[in-house]
T-cell receptor, first 115, second 116 residues
Framework: NAGVTQTPKFQVLKTGQSMTLQCAQD?????MSWYRQDPGMGLRLIHY???????DQGEVPNGYNVSRSTTEDFPLRLLSAAPSQTSVYFC??????????????FGPGTRLLVL | AQSVTQLGSHVSVSEGALVLLRCNYS??????LFWYVQYPNQGLQLLLK??????LVKGINGFEAEFKKSETSFHLTKPSAHMSDAAEYFC??????????????FGTGTRLTIIP
């Protein structure tokens, strides 16, 4: 298993540009999520999904869109990048059993710089 | 709403010394608690978790943590630090009512440095 993979590893954008951060997992996990990591602030949940076709907002959803058309993929879209979105983005997945505590598996991260 | 406080953004210990990383939480219901480790340029890896039952939880790499409800704490310890323990450590909490381990709330992290 490759686990959770993220592409690209690093990206530089100009303000106003759009892009999609890719996340894929090959563990057949129902639950997937996106976090951003900023210095001194830990990780904050952006969006999450409990299965194909189902998404919901986390703590900091503004400026980001997601969709979940397949179990494997959970892309994160920035429609109009802003410098405040400079961050490291992590995707995570786990089985979803509606209350049981499963281990979340994190991808290696995407480092985004918005100029 | 839940929150997590990690005391000390940077902790340095000598190789072979005790590692103690502090975590306090705030939650309206008994939470699920987690410790994650992040090595440089990598994603997070679960060290250990507390859900219910025994309050002393053992994890990987010799780490353990004790859930103390009266102190709302979940401090991480390791008896003898190793150079390979140098990393950033995150405490996290989730609401069992809202979901299992989903929608984690993370602390701000503690960077552990090991002094040779």
């Amino acid at each position: 298993n490759a686990g959770v993979t993220q592409t690209p590893k690093f990206q530089v954008l100009k303000t106003g540009q759009s892009m999609t951060l890719q996340c894929a997992q090959d563990m057949n996990h129902e639950y997937m999520s996106w976090y951003r990591q900023d210095p001194g602030m830990g990780l904050r949940l952006i969006h999450y999904s409990v299965g194909a076709g189902i998404t919901d907002q986390g703590e900091v959803p503004n400026g980001y869109n997601v969709s979940r058309s397949t179990t494997e993929d959970f892309p994160l879209r920035l429609l109009s990048a802003a410098p405040s979105q400079t961050s490291v983005y992590f995707c995570a997945s786990s089985p979803y059993s509606g209350g049981a505590v499963e281990t979340q598996y994190f991808g290696p991260g995407t480092r985004l710089l918005v100029l | 709403a839940q929150s997590v406080t990690q005391l000390g953004s940077h902790v340095s210990v000598s190789e072979g010394a005790l590692v103690l990383l502090r975590c306090n939480y705030s939650s309206s219901v008994p939470p699920y608690l987690f410790w994650y480790v992040q090595y440089p340029n990598q994603g997070l890896q679960l060290l250990l978790k507390y859900t219910t039952g025994a309050t002393l939880v053992k994890g990987i790499n010799g780490f353990e943590a004790e859930f103390k409800k009266s102190e709302t704490s979940f401090h991480l310890t390791k008896p003898s630090a190793h150079m390979s323990d140098a990393a950033e450590y995150f405490c996290a909490v989730s609401d069992p009512v809202a979901g299992g381990n989903e929608k984690l709330t993370f602390g701000t992290g503690t960077r552990l440095t090991i002094i040779p």
